[in-house]
């Protein structure tokens, strides 16, 4: 059973950072890739970024490029978000998620498994 926690949310203000993490248990991930969703109260459910497992290979939205980065460390099989430029648009639920297929999608189909999220809230 593959399990993914997210941790690392929390409160920042305008123009700050947080650094999320995602650690994945429950199988080996070397051909799935990762990535990052985000949901805003009322909104759907959108992509943030995404990280293949070997390459490695990155995606990002146009929102949050520039602004974020997508990392990963194999050995702990563990892979990040490091959020910079934070603005109170960012504020959001922000969930990880493993695809097995490692296409490397913004399609929230794709993805196959899901942590539980975490609470990112920017003031202004």
């Known amino acids: 059973q593959v399990q993914l926690v997210e941790s690392g949310g929390g409160l920042a203000q305008a123009g700050g950072s947080l650094t999320l993490s995602c650690a994945a248990s429950?199988?080996?991930?070397?051909?799935?890739?990762m990535g990052w969703f985000r949901q805003a109260p009322g909104k759907e459910r959108e992509f943030v970024a995404a990280i293949s497992w070997t390459g490695p290979r990155t995606y990002y939205a146009d929102s949050v490029k520039g602004r974020f980065t997508i990392s990963r460390d194999n050995a702990k099989n563990t892979f990040y978000l490091q959020m910079n430029s934070l603005k109170p648009e960012d504020t959001a639920v922000y969930y990880c998620?493993?695809?097995?297929?490692?296409?490397?999608?913004?399609?929230?189909?794709?993805?196959?498994?899901w942590g539980r999220g975490t609470q990112v809230t920017v003031s202004s």
């Open positions: 998620a493993a695809d097995r297929f490692g296409t490397m999608t913004s399609q929230l189909a794709n993805y196959d498994y």
């Open positions: 429950g199988r080996a991930f070397s051909s799935y890739s």
